[in-house]
């Protein structure tokens, strides 16, 4: 296993072999999170604050802000076909940046309202917010023109999208925030909440009650709570036309030193970069039966690149024909 897993038997072996050693890992897991960063009780904890379901392993796709776009009904479907929970880890502390295309597509919104002649969606944008004005605000107190809370207009979308099958969500940066806090070897710097905004502060001057640590240092720490089997994260970092260089460093850093601490790497399927089509909301999956209308060969033998395409490229068609669902 390299940083990614990419195929269902290969995720199906790793879960199988790891969950008889969840306690095990877990203390590995622990054992890392004291040496490293002097946190004591590190998987007891992330269980606690995570509250994750036990009936089966779950697939997470983790976005700042859980909407409703073509990559969440991509992580839905793949999660049934890989028997998982799909799961959204969310991080509403983090801040806008223009730079970024994610983050800016949240509020310049793709909407597929129609198809063309030769299949390909119409796409109308809705501008929520002036991007500019946003640069460093903290996403979740960001509010948009219709009078909500930019989450909570996402919120509503997955609602109308999923309906009664919306997968959970689950706020990761209160759990950066916490390691933050228990931690006895701190960042030099870290991120201060300060209402709309953040200030970055060294160490001694932070109150670490309202701050977040910088990506650098929190990121071992995400990944090792997917070394037991019981979380699949579903990620790509592979984007050569996003902006994503320094984030791909971290991560392959932090996969590297998870794995030398514990002889294990974190479990991380491989996804498709997140490129415009996988950033659309198509319109007709709205209130509709839109799952009967996507299937997967039961025997597929793809890659899991390929299954987010293939998913992608029939829940994208819905609607095609005129009519919706």
Known sequence: MEYYITGKDELSAEIKSRLPL????????DKFAKKEFGISGFSEMSEQNLDLPTSRPCGVLC?????????????????????????NFTFG?????????????????RYAVGHSKNGRPMVRVEKLADPKALEGMILREIMVDVGISLPEYHRRLRSKTFGQYCPPTREIGSLFSLYLRKAKKHPPWVFEINKFHTVKKTI???????????????YPLYLANFLSGNLVLFETYENKSGDVHKIKEDFRTA?????DATGFYPMVVQTPPLDLDMMLINTALFESEWRSQISVP??????????????????IAIGSDGVSP
């Open 255 to 259: 996969m590297d030193i998870i794995m």
């Open 93 to 109: 502390l983090d801040t806008f940046s223009t730079r970024n295309a994610d983050k800016v597509n949240l509020v310049k919104v």
């Open 204 to 218: 001694n001057e932070a109150n670490l009650y309202a701050s977040r640590p910088p990506a650098s240092w929190y």
């Open 22 to 29: 969840k306690k095990r890992l877990a203390g590995l897991a």
């Open 63 to 87: 976005r700042q802000v859980a909407t409703a776009r073509i990559e969440e009904v991509c992580n839905y479907v793949s999660c049934a076909c890989l028997n998982l929970l799909p799961m």
């Open 298 to 315: 039961e025997n597929f033998s793809c890659d899991t690149v390929a299954l987010f395409s293939l998913i992608a490229k029939q829940a």
